[in-house]
C-alpha cells in the first residue's frame, strides 16, 4: 500500500512522485532539479514554493483517492498555519527525487547508461 506523508500538514497528504514533478515544470517553466537546487542558495521565489507545495498536495490527494480543490493560495493560507512546513516539504521533494534516481531502489533496476545519459 503506497503512503503519503501526513505530519508535514496533518491530515494532508503530500507526495513526490513524477505526477508532482511533472505538474511544477509545466506550472513554473522551471527545470525539478534547478529549482530544488535554488532552495541551497536561498535564490527561490516564494511563488516556487508555494507551487512546489500545490503539487506535492495535488499528487498525494491523487494517491490516496482524495478529492483535491485546494488553489494555491488555499495551500499558503494552509502553510502559514505550521511553521517550518515549507523547509519539511522542500527536505520530502528532495528525498524523493533523489531515492527516484537512486538505482536498485525500486522493483525495476535502472541501467546504468541510463543514468549516464541525464547526468
Known amino acids: 500500500e ?30 525539478w532539479l534547478a529549482f530544488l ?23 498525494g490527494y491523487r494517491i490516496d483517492k482524495k478529492e483535491f480543490d485546494l488553489s494555491e493560495d488555499d495551500v499558503a493560507d494552509i502553510i502559514d498555519n505550521y511553521p517550518g512546513a515549507m523547509f519539511a516539504i522542500y527536505e520530502l521533494a528532495i528525498e524523493s527525487y533523489t531515492a527516484a534516481m537512486t538505482p536498485g531502489n525500486g522493483q525495476q533496476p535502472v541501467k546504468k547508461t541510463a543514468l549516464k545519459k541525464i547526468s
Open 37 to 59: 537546487r535554488t532552495f541551497e542558495k536561498q535564490e527561490y521565489t516564494s511563488e516556487g514554493l508555494i507551487t512546489l507545495a500545490w503539487c506535492g498536495l495535488k499528487c
Open 2 to 31: 503506497v503512503m503519503t506523508n501526513t505530519t508535514i500538514l496533518p491530515g494532508r497528504p503530500i507526495k513526490y512522485w513524477w505526477s508532482a514533478i511533472k505538474d511544477f515544470e509545466e506550472i513554473t517553466g522551471l527545470v
